[in-house]
């Protein structure tokens, strides 16, 4: 017999204590985005809710134009806008109670001020007057993470902890479709699935990374489908429904807390704007296509819905409207205002206690602002 | 207070112990008095670790406390960043120097400046234990010396043990250190041995000290880890050369210790910075830097550098030609330029 023969015939036995973990079948995503509004599926929904999330759908567009206007003027170094992903950011911010953590990257700043960090603290990683403008533990919000996927690890870590000191706390991370490239969001996913650990993924699949379409960057069905493999399941929802996102997300969160581990949230939406101001979106794709996704708008389509069913009249559409002008002057008046920096805060928060290194560097620094400040008075006299 | 009855006081009794001992000591004590405290890393747990520094740590303590993580550095040192958001004490360990680079955009990037980017609100006390440096024989990616990487990144203590005692006592501190620690083990001494009393084991000073091994009045040897040993034994064969040498034990690389460092030097006027790690970009230049800028004038000679060469670590079978040893630091002290030589 030849080695080829061999090998043809060879039959890897599987050893005796071998078990297959799960089936994977109920791990599969469906095929199609789950979808509620303008389904039967919508007539189960809590009225209340559908109109909560309407108005903070009209609330968060409000923010995404104002912070984008912001940049504009120069009051903003930068801002990746999340107008026509409102929905996702809405529904990951609803789905969690108070004490549960919410991991975001840099496009979630709408997500940041839906879980009730006010708006002008959110900003101050995109502003420049600090990296975090809060408390991440006051909150329950970790910083806005710039490297992609790297936060993913540290929600799995946080639950985890939770869950060995006995709380029934749930971390919800959230993540690009680039960003699911990365050896972060493996390595996050895998740990959570073995942990157990009561966590929620979200990937806002907007269809790009930068200028690179989905199709260059996996060859999956899915991104949903990436969860079998790890043993957790995966939701392909429609990320513009904000009702479906709030099903799929409170689902799995629920089931996260009641140790039932993790889920892989796969939300398919567009980015209606360039990636940053600093992008120019018509190298890479056509006017037409941006078009196609305007009647899909989340903002529409809630309104429809509510619409339909005699939920929505007048008078709500224009306190909704009212109540997003008012979030949206606030924010403007307040950065507006000239941020008022300590250059010393420098050196304050590198390490607990100052090395020596610090301290004299510090004091360098501290003459170079005397010197200034002296010969800014020499000048006024 | 406790009821156990009162022992008849009798003298500590010491007995021989290895570092790796008084290092798996360091966290047993570490995790009994603190239940933060968590272990976690490729096979530390049933195990012990390839060094069998965490041996008998999830026996004790548990699985939850003692956690074989999937193999994955970034994967461990994130989902350490979670632990201490949440208020836990993880000391991480990396398998071998070179296999915690996958770690590092962690380790730089969230690590180093959590502190920092959120105004001080979320500090992180993680310890990330590494094994480093060479002398071991070991195979390819098992015998680097990355401290230069580690000191190159503001926010991050990098102490590194050099006795038995400062093992147990560095270790304690590290773990106890409000912010995060690369604590360099150095893997060739993991089994140097030294009596020790392990039930009444020294803690030491604040991280950041350097101490005076052995004092001396010609030049000072400025070293640490891995090399520390090797400086002692130089400078017990450089008394048959008529030199007194004084051998400095940094500890502690970030926070440096300026002031220990440039009082020896002062005292002696020269110096030799001895490290494994290359010289090219390597911690000696730094230290070099800083001496000359505050000795210049007590300086009778450039501070000179035994380093590695700038090569990539070399194979088991030439790693003897690699490493700093007594003869090339004994001609470094040589060239100091004694003026009876001239
Ligand atoms: C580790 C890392 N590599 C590269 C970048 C630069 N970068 C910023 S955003 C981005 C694209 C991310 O795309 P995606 O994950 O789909 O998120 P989206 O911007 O679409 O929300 C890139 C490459 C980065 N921030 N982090």
């Known amino acids: ?45 809590d009225p209340e809710l559908l109109r909560r999330l309407y108005a903070e759908l009209v609330r968060g567009r409000r923010y995404n134009t104002q912070a984008t206007a912001l940049t504009k003027q120069g009051r903003l170094a930068v801002y990746p806008s999340s107008t026509g992903q409102e929905a996702c950011e809405i529904a990951a911010a609803l789905a969690l109670e108070e004490r549960d953590w919410l991991f975001p990257s840099y496009r979630d700043t709408l997500a940041v001020v839906a879980r009730g960090l006010d708006p002008a603290s959110a900003l101050t990683l995109l502003r420049g007057d600090w990296h975090t403008g809060y408390d991440p533990r006051e909150h329950r919000i970790a910083p806005l993470s710039t490297p992609l996927a790297t936060q993913l690890p540290h929600a799995v870590g946080l639950a985890h902890a939770a869950r060995l000191k006995g709380d029934d706390v749930v971390a919800l991370a959230m993540v690009g479709d680039g960003g699911t490239s990365e050896g972060d969001f493996h390595e996050a996913l895998n740990f959570a699935a073995v942990w157990q ?73 567009y980015r209606m704007e360039a990636h940053t101001n600093a992008d120019d979106a018509t190298r890479y794709r056509q006017d037409t296509d941006v078009e196609a996704w305007r009647d899909h708008d989340p903002i529409l389509l809630m309104e429809r819905e509510l619409t339909e069913r005699g939920l929505l009249d007048d008078d709500m559409k224009r306190q909704a409207g009212e109540d997003a002008e008012a979030m949206a002057a606030d924010l403007r008046q307040h950065m507006n205002q000239e941020p008022v920096l300590d250059p010393m805060d420098l050196f304050t928060h590198v390490y607990a206690e100052q090395t020596s290194q610090l301290r004299e560097q510090a004091a360098q620094l501290r003459a170079e602002l005397e010197v200034a400040a002296e010969e800014a008075e020499e000048e006024t006299r | 207070m406790s009821t156990v009855a009162a022992k008849p006081v009798t003298k500590p009794a010491t007995k021989p112990a290895t570092m790796a001992q008084a290092l798996g000591r360091a966290l047993r004590d570490s995790m009994a008095e603190d239940p933060s405290v968590h272990v976690l890393g490729e096979d530390v747990g049933a195990l012990g670790g390839v060094f069998r520094v965490t041996d008998g740590l999830a026996a004790e303590f548990g699985e939850d406390r003692c956690t074989d993580t999937p193999l994955a550095e970034a994967g461990i040192l994130g989902t350490a960043v979670g632990m201490a958001m949440y208020g836990l004490r993880p000391v991480v360990e ?134 520390v040993p090797v400086c002692l034994e130089a400078a017990e064969a450089a008394r048959a050369e008529g030199w007194d040498l004084e051998v400095v034990d940094l500890r502690s690389l970030v926070p440096f210790d300026d002031e220990t460092v440039a009082a020896s030097v002062r005292r002696t006027g020269r110096a030799v910075v001895v490290h494994e790690s290359g010289g090219f970009g390597g911690p ?13 004038h007590h300086l009778e000679a450039p501070v000179l ?8 670590y070399p194979p088991p079978m030439l790693e003897k030609h690699h490493l700093p040893g007594v003869d090339r630091i004994l001609d470094a002290v040589a060239r100091l330029q004694w003026e009876a030589d001239s």
Not at chain 1, 11 to 39: H, S
């Open chain 2, 305 to 312: 550098r035994v380093a590695g060469f700038d090569i990539p």
């Open chain 2, 94 to 227: 990396m398998q071998f120097d070179a296999f915690a680079y996958p770690a590092f955009e962690q380790l730089i990037s969230h690590v180093a400046r959590m502190r920092n980017r959120t105004r001080g609100t979320l500090p992180l006390p993680i310890t990330v234990r590494v094994p480093y440096g060479g002398g071991i024989g070991g195979v390819e990616h098992h015998s680097d010396s990355s401290e230069a990487y580690y000191i190159a990144t503001p926010g991050l203590h990098v102490v590194t043990p050099a006795t038995v005692s400062d093992a147990y006592g560095l270790l304690r501190a590290s773990i106890a250190s409000d912010d995060p620690v690369v604590f360099l083990e150095p893997k060739r001494l993991y089994w140097s041995k030294a009596d020790w009393n392990p039930d009444a084991p020294q803690t030491v000073e604040p991280i950041g000290r350097a101490v005076v091994r052995r004092s001396g009045r010609s030049a000072t040897l400025i070293t640490y880890g891995p090399s």
């Open chain 1, 197 to 269: 650990a009561p966590v929620v993924f979200l990937v806002q699949n907007n269809g790009f990374a930068i200028s690179v379409p989905l199709a260059k960057q996996t060859a999956a069905p899915s991104l949903a489908h990436k969860a079998v493999g790890y043993g957790m399941p995966g939701r392909l929802v429609d990320g513009n429904d904000a009702a479906a996102m709030h099903e799929v997300l409170s689902e799995a969160v629920a089931r996260a807390r009641e140790g039932g581990g993790p889920t892989l949230v796969e939300a398919v939406t």
């Open chain 1, 1 to 45: 017999m030849t080695v080829m023969e061999q090998r043809g015939a060879y039959r890897p036995t599987p050893p005796p204590a071998w078990q297959p973990r799960t089936d994977p079948a109920p791990l599969l995503p469906d095929e199609e985005p789950y979808r509620v509004l303008g389904t039967d599926a919508a007539d189960k929904v």
């Open chain 2, 284 to 296: 000696g230049g730094e230290i070099a830097a800083r001496v000359t800028e505050r000795c210049f």
